[in-house]
């Protein structure tokens, strides 16, 4: 007999729905190793979508919260993380439009300022590479980081979950609601982007930067 | 399923899209068929600018590596399970929220607790010290210049929550409360150093004067001062009100003797600076870190304090050059601090003292030997070659022992005090259970070649042989060496199994299972690391007032801390 994709032969396979099935039975403990388990990688992808630490913070502390509030209605269907990052996605994109329909002050400017939270931390994860060093990458990350956030929304949401969450074209198409070919394009536009705005920084360390000449011609087959 | 994609805008997807940089990206991710990825082989294969194009992409993509990756503060996956309240509590922070629930303002009614648990009860009077404090504080935090300066800045900044988050949650109701006093503080910590002779500890020598102590007050939840300060409180960035939260949630999870305390120093430093003068105000508050306030608010009350001389001692200080003048300072001040703990535990003891009776757990024999028989196991206190204390140290153990001995009665209580700070100051680390202890650079496998010389060398040397200084200094040395990480052998053990027994049994069926949730958690991840998970074990047990065996001194260790530490504040 066929093996049917039956909720318990997944939950067999992916322990992470082995865990969230426990949390759906009110197993306490399940929560808080689900928390333990991907607060590391919520938080980062909640940050390179956002660009500010508090607000990934609150955001992946949301998104757990829902996935507590809403334990009852799950029932396992695809990998559990697609499950937690449509969740991730959805309110990302909500703080992001959010942000553009009510532009406030950057939250940054207060992260130094009085009482301004943990000014330090940004200089303690680097804190280890050289001085020179340090502020050649920090310089980068900065040019890195306005590429990114120059990418609309959903390009942003899809490279970061591309590039950060290793995740291939259907699993996006999964977390955002799209076709896997409308990701293709939405991936295709991203990286053009991104290749326009940091193309004076990638031939940095061997040969010298090929003449544009050339670089613009027609490549359609 | 709970959580549907919503409806996407298609503000990106009327842009043509280049069929070829389509293929190519796809290529780059694997995501193309063997047939499409042979075309666009066979493309690259011939056109340069394709070629081009396919490194230039790649290497974009590659850069995105250079972004850093933001990690989860410590405190994260405490403060996301705090926010569900009907699963993970700690049962002290529960029984604080009840009691603060039906009594009056907390910090009265933490006041007044204090007050019982040191049967000093007489009739309170009413009076107008709270008053004053409250008024005081509460110019300071929504009104004035702390207003403009913490508060008023960011009330102009747009809210970045739908008017609907903002509303107050009645958790949030206990925060606001207090916001006066939480307002010029940045968290736990900053608090925690306030809490000290230096800035605004509380001397357990000060006269118990009942008109001291604010009077009861009843509780006004949904006043026009709670609507204020909760306005104020709604007005701040998200990131602040978390703060603030956090800050509030730790306190309320401390003991009620140390919750207390912390709020009596809180209520000192919201008044204090309620009094400085506007330069000195706006020094402190516009400091950009809790340690850069700190030094603001001790230069200050530094300041304060040389203004409280005797006019021929602020002469003498005048006269010093500026570096020992400050010199000078420090080493006043110290005199006094020490002057405050022997009369602290002078007032706190005098019956005990009058009558010289033994304190605890020097009353009983048994106790007494089991002390003594700790600190010479672990130590070696009897052995003058291999014991771990420095000269000075172990001289001053054996002479206060000897003492003890001699005079008994209260002369155990300098015994006491010495045993507990030596205890403190000399780390003690759990030995692994196959007995091997790494005291020697061939114990550190390739990291020996880091110790052959240079700084590594000079941090280590002295410790070669001494467990666990030896591996604590290698530990400490490679945490802060910027060179290359070269594997290092184990130092020593970081999980249960890896403990000798009796200390593996104490981790496994007493620690653990008295554990809160969180707290599990915070030692789990702590597993596998040399010497956190000990020294998260030890912490631990102290919270819980256990006794690690082999690392803790026999007795609660809570009796130890509130009898030696500092001196006493409340008799046992």
Known sequence: MAIGHTSAQMALRDPDIRLMLRVRDDDDTAFVELVSRFQHRLVAVMHHLVGNADEAEDLAQEVFLRVYRNRKKYTPQAKFSTWLFTIANNLALNALRDRKRRPVLPLEVHESGPLGPRPNEAIAASRDAPPMHNLQQQELAKVIRQALDELNERQRVAIVLNKFEDMNYADIAEVMGLTPKAVKSLLSRARGKLREALQGYIYMDDEPPAPDADDETDENP | ?572
């Not at chain 2, 298609?10 to 842009?15: A, E, I, V």
């Not at chain 2, 970045?160 to 207090?178: K, Q």
């Not at chain 2, 516009?286 to 700190?294: F, G, N, V």
Request: aromatic share 8%.
């Open chain 2, 1 to 572: 399923m709970a959580e549907l994609p919503q409806p996407i805008s298609d503000d990106d997807s009327n842009l043509p899209t280049d069929p070829f940089e389509a293929e190519l990206v796809a290529y780059l991710d694997g995501e193309l068929d063997d047939a499409a990825a042979r075309r666009v082989e066979a493309r690259l294969a011939t056109d340069p600018a394709a070629q081009r194009k396919a490194t230039a992409l790649k290497k974009t993509f590659d850069l995105l590596d250079f972004l850093p990756k933001r990690e989860p503060s410590p405190t994260f996956a405490t403060r996301t399970l705090d926010r569900l309240p009907a699963m993970v509590q700690s049962p002290s922070a529960q029984s604080h929220g009840s009691q603060i629930g039906s009594g009056s303002s907390n910090v009265v009614s933490g006041t007044l607790a204090a007050t019982d648990a040191m049967a000093l009860n007489p009739p309170i009077r009413s009076g107008h010290w709270l008053a004053k404090v409250l008024l005081a504080a509460l110019l300071f935090a929504i009104g004035g210049y702390a207003a403009s300066a913490l508060v008023g800045p960011q009330l102009l900044t747009a809210p970045n929550r739908d008017s609907t988050a903002d509303e107050l949650s009645i958790s949030d109701h206990r925060v606001v409360e207090n916001l006066h006093l939480y307002a010029a503080v940045d968290n736990l910590e900053f608090v925690r150093a306030l809490d000290t002779p230096e800035f605004f500890a509380v001397h357990a020598d000060l006269p118990s004067d009942p008109q001291l102590r604010p009077p009861p007050e009843p509780r006004t939840p949904f006043g026009p001062t709670f609507n204020k300060q909760a306005e104020a409180f709604k007005s701040l960035p998200a990131a602040r009100q978390q703060a603030i939260r956090e800050l509030d949630r730790q306190l309320f999870a401390e003991e009620p003797g140390t919750r207390d305390r912390l709020f009596q120093v809180l209520e000192g430093y919201a008044v204090w600076l309620d009094r400085l003068n506007e330069t000195n105000r706006k020094l402190v508050l516009a400091a950009d870190s809790p340690r850069r306030r700190l030094d603001e608010v001790r230069s200050v009350r530094n300041e304060q304090w040389v203004d409280s001389l005797p006019p021929a001692w602020r002469e003498e200080l005048r006269k010093l050059p500026a570096a020992e003048r400050q010199e000078r300072i420090l080493r006043w001040r110290k005199d006094e601090a020490r002057l405050h703990e022997e009369w602290a535990v002078f007032r706190s003891h005098a019956p005990d003292i009058a009558a010289n009776r033994a304190p605890w757990p020097f009353e009983s024999e048994n106790a007494r030997q089991s002390v003594i028989e700790f600190m010479r196991a672990i130590y070696r206190t009897d052995d003058e070659k291999k014991c771990r204390f420095s000269d000075a140290d172990r001289l001053r153990y054996t002479s206060n022992l000897a003492q003890a001995n001699e005079w008994n009665g209260w002369a155990w209580y300098a015994y006491g005090k010495t045993a507990f700070d030596l205890n403190r100051k000399y780390e003690l680390l759990p030995e692994s259970a196959d007995g091997k202890l790494v005291t020697s650079y061939a114990q550190l496998g390739k990291a020996e070649k880091m110790f052959e010389k240079g700084r590594g060398r000079t941090a280590t040397l002295p410790h070669v042989g001494k467990w666990p200084e030896f591996a604590l200094a290698v530990h400490n040395y490679i945490a802060t060496d910027k060179s290359d990480k070269v594997p290092l052998a184990k130092l020593g053990p970081a999980r249960p199994e890896e403990f000798k027994e009796p200390l593996r049994s104490f981790v496994v069926k007493e620690l653990l299972p008295a554990l809160s949730p969180t707290d599990r958690l915070s030692l789990e991840a702590a597993l596998g690391k040399w010497p956190d998970y000990s020294r998260q074990v030890v912490s631990l047990a102290r919270r819980y007032d256990l006794v690690a065996p082999g690392l803790m001194l026999p007795g609660s260790p809570k009796r130890w801390e509130s009898l030696y530490v500092f001196g006493p504040r409340i008799k046992p």
